[in-house]
């Protein structure tokens, strides 16, 4: 029955792996298509552009187009973290959340929104940047910032004993 158990675990595993790769992959290719994009919309903007000034909804674009980057970034250093360690980066996430908030709040038509929705946004902002905020502090003061362990592994990313009951 043991060893049932650890060649499942092993497919398990294996699984995991080809899938987080195969993840990683795509995201790289999502990041290069949209820099690529990025730098082209900004190329042709300014060559096509008569006078010197650009429009808010043209400047609201680029800064969202660039966040949206900064986000697929951070997620494929989640993804690495999750490689490298085994473990989700709970910092990293936040981070991740944080920036993609913030190309929402800069993509916003405050016009288009009643203050009910644009008070949630901000109520979900100040409570990832608090949760960031304590993390940080947490780990400056000998905490650990990788908090979620995947499964098999301890809180230090060690494996952990099979359980006797298997």
Do not use: H
């Amino acid at each position: 029955m043991r060893q049932v158990s650890r060649r499942w675990l092993g497919v398990v595993e294996l699984f995991e792996s080809v899938v987080t790769v195969v993840l990683a992959l795509l995201m790289a290719v999502v990041v290069g298509i949209a820099t690529i994009t990025l730098a082209w919309v900004l190329i042709r903007g300014i060559l096509d552009a008569g006078t010197p000034a650009i429009s808010v909804g043209a400047l609201q674009d680029v800064f969202g187009a660039f966040l949206l980057v900064l986000v697929g970034l951070e997620l494929l250093e989640t993804i690495r973290s999750y490689v490298a360690d085994r473990e989700v980066r709970v910092e990293v996430v936040l981070a991740a959340a944080l920036i993609a908030i913030a190309r929402k709040v800069i993509l916003l038509d405050m016009q288009a929104y009643d203050g009910l929705a644009i008070l949630g946004l901000a109520a979900l902002l100040a409570a990832l940047a608090g949760a960031y905020y304590l993390l940080r502090v947490g780990r400056s003061q000998g905490g650990s910032a990788k908090m979620l362990a995947a499964p098999g592994t301890g809180p230090d990313g060690a494996e952990e004993a099979p359980d006797a009951s298997l």
